[in-house]
């Protein structure tokens, strides 16, 4: 299965922008990269995804390295509502959706 | 809008019963899966079926069947239930597409004792 590799977890504080790496080091060509999040006690959200050019949303942008080997969800400002795991899922052949671990993101006030 | 649809949303089996999840997305999605989620882990694919007619497995298949009814639900049974099944299910649901967003369902929690 596709595998990527994220931090465990992370700290920031709010107001302040979180940059939240990922690291798919064997994509390929034709593979997307999506970010979904899991506030507390509630179901995965879809966030952004890409796959070759940078993208912005009203949530977040996702910048992806040219070389596509790795790729950060950018959050301009953090607020405490975005406190939450965060998961990069690459997605290759049929679009099956594979979580790894994910990204605990804490939001200090 | 309801988008997806889980039933129950809190479930306690006795071990060996059975029982089945149902779900069910008003946005007509071609694609369906179902996950489980153990306290403190990432979730994990149990079954996924790309389009109605199709089924697949997933990282955790054992134990587990689908029936993916119609293009609206895809259910999950547990045939005879373990305490090692404990765990919060979601469904979600997607376009066939791929690089489109899925959804997600608000998740079942169920305890075996």
């Known amino acids: 299965d596709a595998k990527t590799t994220q931090p465990n977890s992370m700290e920031s504080n709010e107001e302040e922008p979180v940059h939240l790496p990922c690291n798919h080091s064997t994509i390929s060509g034709t593979d997307y990269i999506h970010w979904y999040r899991q506030l507390p006690s509630q179901g995965p959200e879809y966030v952004i995804h890409?796959?070759?050019s940078n993208v912005n949303n009203r949530m977040a942008s996702l910048a992806i390295a040219e070389d596509r080997k790795s790729s950060t969800l950018i959050l301009h400002r953090a607020t405490l509502r975005d406190a939450a795991v965060y998961y990069c899922i690459r997605i290759q052949g049929a679009q099956k959706l594979v979580f790894g671990q994910g990204t605990r993101l804490t939001i200090n006030p | 809008n309801a988008g997806v649809t889980q039933t129950p949303k809190f479930q306690v089996l006795k071990t060996g019963q059975s029982m089945t999840l149902q779900c069910a997305q008003d946005m007509n999605h071609n694609s369906m899966y179902w996950y489980r989620q153990d306290p403190g882990m990432g979730l994990r694919l149990i079954y996924y079926s790309a389009s109605e007619g199709t089924t697949d497995k997933g990282e955790v298949p054992n134990g587990y069947n689908v029936s993916r009814l119609n293009k609206r639900e895809f259910s999950l049974r547990l045939e005879s239930a373990a305490p090692s099944q404990t765990s919060v299910y979601f469904c979600?649901?997607?376009?066939?597409?791929?690089?489109?967003?899925?959804?997600f369902g608000q998740g079942t929690r169920l305890t075996v004792v």
């Open positions: 979600a649901s997607s376009p066939t597409v791929r690089g489109t967003e899925a959804f």
């Open positions: 890409g796959l070759t």
